[in-house]
């Protein structure tokens, strides 16, 4: 492994579509002096970390990681769903800092999860994870995030990946007819257009045109805290559908990887589902795949619980 070259901390970050958290990473691998800002408060990252560094005492880091909600490509970082967009090389040189690691925010969190502890995910179903197998990892929030663990014979290596925004593959007439009405608004659709915070909104709107019940202005909060009250039977039963949409899509992610590891839910949305997603069809829809439902009905899936578990993988990244 490599070592730190002072016992100046690192900064972390894990920027998302809403939030931008940043942190101190130890030497001894200790998370501390965590901030949430609100990503509409600032114009990019070189004026967010500033502010963050402003507040903290000690020596300036020299070295940072920053995990972010879009594609890393190149030098430049444009959020897929955030106004934020900046130059790698000109915030490495605006912060002064001697290394700057920018990577997606799900290869991050992939990289926290032999982090975890027992305590740090919620077991959803049956199945038995096989050792050094590839595992999965599927997590909606503002976006929808899909990324995953390969094990190289020493170390695990993750993948960096685009799944959210694939082909929406609907699984029955009505998710067929609500696809079709996104289709109108959007040309392609992708899971993440009913898999993220978002999403629920569409899914919620889609729902009320196709059955022509009136659709009051929601936010995405609002329709899951209405679901989870069960004093609103149209978030009741669109939180629903979204978590059986989450288990075919986690079912497909597992047999495109063969994620006979296991497969993580991340993102911010599913952990605070809490019984309502044990209750829900995703597990059922996870393993309904015809001829593979034994090989799906093996395989673990798990709610990851831990607190802001990215930025771990994030200072994992540096090392």
């Known amino acids: 492994?490599?070592?730190?070259?002072?016992?100046?901390?690192?900064?972390?970050?894990?920027?998302?579509?809403?939030?931008?958290?940043?942190?101190?990473?130890?030497?001894?691998?200790?998370?501390?002096?965590?901030?949430?800002?609100?990503g509409a408060d600032y114009p990019d990252l070189i004026q967010a970390a500033a502010a963050y560094l402003g507040g903290i005492s000690g020596p300036h880091p020299r070295r940072a990681a920053v995990a972010v909600a879009t594609p890393v490509t190149g030098d430049w970082i444009q959020f897929t769903n955030s106004h934020w967009s900046f130059s790698r090389k000109a915030a490495e040189q605006a912060l002064g800092l001697e290394q700057l690691?920018?990577?997606?925010?799900?290869?991050?969190?992939?990289?926290?999860?032999?982090?975890?502890?027992?305590?740090?995910?919620?077991?959803?179903?049956?199945?038995?994870a096989v050792a050094e197998a590839p595992i999965g990892l599927i997590g909606p929030g503002t976006g929808l995030g899909v990324s995953g663990l390969v094990w190289s014979g020493s170390h695990w290596i993750p993948l960096q990946t685009e799944g959210g925004h694939v082909t929406f593959s609907p699984s029955n007439e009505r998710e067929w007819a609500i696809g079709?009405?996104?289709?109108r608004q959007f040309g392609h659709v992708s899971p993440e257009r009913f898999l993220?915070?978002?999403?629920?909104?569409?899914?919620?709107?889609a729902l009320a045109e196709l059955e022509g019940w009136p659709a009051e202005g929601l936010v995405p909060a609002e329709i899951t805290e209405r679901a989870l009250a069960e004093n609103c039977r149209h978030c009741a039963e669109v939180v629903g559908m979204f978590c059986g949409m989450l288990g075919t899509a986690a079912g497909n992610l597992a047999l495109t990887l063969g994620a006979r590891g296991g497969v993580y839910i991340g993102g911010g949305i599913v952990p605070r589902l809490g019984e309502f997603f044990d209750r829900s069809t995703f597990r059922a829809r996870f393993e309904a795949k015809?001829?593979?439902?034994?090989?799906?009905?093996?395989?673990?899936?798990?709610v990851i619980t831990a607190d802001h578990p990215a930025l771990r993988g994030a200072a994992a990244a540096l090392d």
Do not use: C
């Open 290 to 302: 015809g001829r593979f439902n034994a090989y799906l009905a093996a395989i673990p899936t798990w």
């Open 180 to 183: 079709q009405i996104l289709r």
């Open 101 to 128: 690691l920018i990577l997606n925010d799900f290869t991050a969190l992939a990289l926290a999860l032999p982090l975890l502890g027992p305590d740090e995910r919620r077991s959803v179903g049956g199945g038995t």
């Open 196 to 205: 993220s915070g978002p999403g629920l909104v569409n899914l919620y709107t």
């Open 1 to 38: 492994m490599t070592q730190h070259f002072t016992e100046v901390p690192d900064l972390i970050a894990d920027i998302g579509g809403t939030n931008a958290r940043f942190a101190l990473a130890t030497p001894d691998g200790r998370i501390q002096s965590e901030r949430v800002l609100s």
